[in-house]
């Protein structure tokens, strides 16, 4: 299979590959001082890389919005 755009990655990017700001140490999903503001993706407080990361902070903010 051939694809249209050849795709190329060095790595993974995005706040997780920072020094202090991986596991628990992750930026919450709510935006502090801001209410009703939240933020999903894997760089976000949840665990695991990439879609995993992503989809699991995306609970947690559904979790926060619903109560």
């Known amino acids: 299979m051939e694809f249209a755009y050849p795709y190329y990655t060095t790595g993974c990017d995005g706040l997780a590959r920072k020094p202090g700001l991986t596991g628990n140490f992750k930026?919450?999903?709510?935006?502090?001082?801001?209410?009703?503001?939240?933020?999903a993706g894997d760089t976000?407080?949840?665990?695991?890389?990439?879609?995993?990361?992503?989809?699991?902070?995306?609970?947690?903010?559904?979790?926060?919005?619903?109560?």
């Open 27 to 39: 930026p919450d999903v709510e935006a502090p001082g801001v209410d009703g503001l939240f933020f």
């Open 44 to 67: 976000y407080l949840g665990r695991g890389l990439a879609i995993e990361g992503a989809c699991k902070s995306s609970l947690l903010c559904f979790e926060r919005i619903t109560g």
